[in-house]
């Protein structure tokens, strides 16, 4: 009887633990593709994925930043060394502020040999403040649509399971 609470204390987590990820990638996708965002805005913060090795070593291919989103009175804050995410060309580039210009910056990536074109304040989203290695490898895993209906099916047998009460 003591498992099976254990079991059903466990599921519950796990189901909190779903309907959060699924509320928030909901957002995202309403922000992104409904309100047509270039990103999504979670009280002041973004998450981004890093796409390529320009900034190697500090951040590789698939890491994952968050970034707080920065007002145009906190882009006077910036100094040289943060790392920022801005839009460039239509896309958006994770880079690092080399030099602070009267009217804009100029940023590189640590990986590269060059420096970026210049930026203007109004270009820049957000300062990096946070790098979690490696996640986009796990959202590729998790999101292969066999793993992701095995564990759905999973859950939901478990949770069938632990509901089914035998009549004495």
Not at 45 to 66: L, N
Request: proline content about 2%; charged content about 20%.
């Amino acid at each position: 009887m003591k498992i099976k609470n254990i079991f059903g204390i466990i599921l519950n987590v796990l189901i909190v633990i779903v309907v959060a990820i699924v509320l928030i990638a909901l957002v995202g996708t309403v922000q992104t593709k409904i309100l047509k965002n270039k990103y999504s805005n979670y009280f002041g913060y973004s998450v981004f994925q890093v796409a390529t090795g320009s900034m190697s070593p500090t951040m590789e291919e698939k890491d994952i930043i968050i970034a707080h989103i920065l007002t145009d009175e906190q882009k006077g804050d910036l100094k040289v060394g943060d790392i920022i995410v801005f839009n460039q060309d239509g896309g958006i580039i994770t880079h690092r502020i080399t030099q602070i210009l009267e009217n804009g910056f100029i940023t590189k990536g640590d990986a590269n040999n060059v420096e970026d074109n210049p930026i203007q304040k109004q270009d820049i989203i957000g300062k990096v403040i946070k790098t979690i290695p490696q996640v986009g490898i796990w959202e590729s895993v998790i999101m292969t649509p066999q793993v992701y209906i095995s564990v759905l099916i999973t859950v939901l047998l478990w949770g069938i399971t632990l509901s089914y009460r035998t009549r004495d």
